[in-house]
């Protein structure tokens, strides 16, 4: 399952031009070059934030972070693994206090 968050701040900081907030999004005025961690919405207009326990694949979907990785973090262009021997119990972890040993399976 992909999860999108649409945050404005995100390209404010990265420099892009905003034109007008509205609920969480921000339009832009210029082409649309969102920052790592996130991708274009798909009117082209908007830079949604990859979610905590998901990462940007090839600018264009967030995608889950496989079992065994984790994500603490929006904005994300890679999960980080579980300490071995540990894995998860799904994918889309989001903290590394979901990285269990494999007699917690």
Known sequence: MFRLLVVALV????GCHAQ????????LTNS???PGGTIVDP???YC????KGTYELNTATC?????GFYNPNEMATECLPCPA????????????DECVGKDEF
């Open 32 to 34: 649309v070059n969102c």
């Open 11 to 14: 390209c404010l900081l990265q």
């Open 20 to 27: 007008d907030f509205s609920a969480g999004e921000m339009e």
């Open 43 to 45: 009117t082209n207009q």
């Open 85 to 96: 021997p540990l894995s998860t119990w799904s994918s889309g972890a989001e903290s590394i």
């Open 63 to 67: 995608v889950d972070c496989d079992f």
């Open 48 to 51: 949604l934030v990859c979610a």
